[in-house]
Nanobody, 123 residues
Framework: VQLQASGGGLVQAGGSLRLSCAASGRTFSTYAMGWFRQNPGKEREFVAAISWSGGSTYYADSVKGRFTISRDSAKNTVYLQMNSLKPEDTAVYYC?????????????????WGKGTLVTVSS
């Protein structure tokens, strides 16, 4: 599967952005999906994940209550709605997909990575 993330940009603290990740392939609905982020010199960190059915979602504590992950299987797309953004949310955000389970994504064990999209939150 190939993943293409978009929607990053510059936003003021307190603002919102919605990231999208379009996936190729006819088996999108069987993949668990997720988002990670990374800053220079730091490890990539888990942000959010959603099961293949959309019935289960997981979030990092740092974004819980502010970010929402969702998926539209008809459009082969997963979204990350980011509200109440903070300067510490600044990072390159990566989309991820895995055939095994949503828990493997939460653990950072991912089959497929997309190219990142930069989110910059100004104070």
């Amino acid at each position: 599967v190939q993943l293409q993330a978009s929607g990053g940009g510059l936003v003021q603290a307190g603002g919102s952005l919605r990231l999208s990740c379009a996936a190729s392939g006819r088996t999108f609905s069987t993949y668990a999906m997720g988002w990670f982020r990374q800053n220079p010199g730091k490890e990539r960190e888990f942000v959010a994940a959603i099961s293949w059915s959309g019935g289960s979602t997981y979030y990092a504590d740092s974004v819980k209550g502010r970010f929402t992950i969702s998926r539209d299987s008809a459009k082969n797309t997963v979204y990350l709605q980011m509200n109440s953004l903070k300067p510490e949310d600044t990072a390159v955000y990566y989309c991820a997909a895995d055939l095994r389970s949503v828990r493997t994504i939460v653990a950072g064990d991912v089959n497929y990575w997309g190219k990142g999209t930069l989110v910059t939150v100004s104070s």
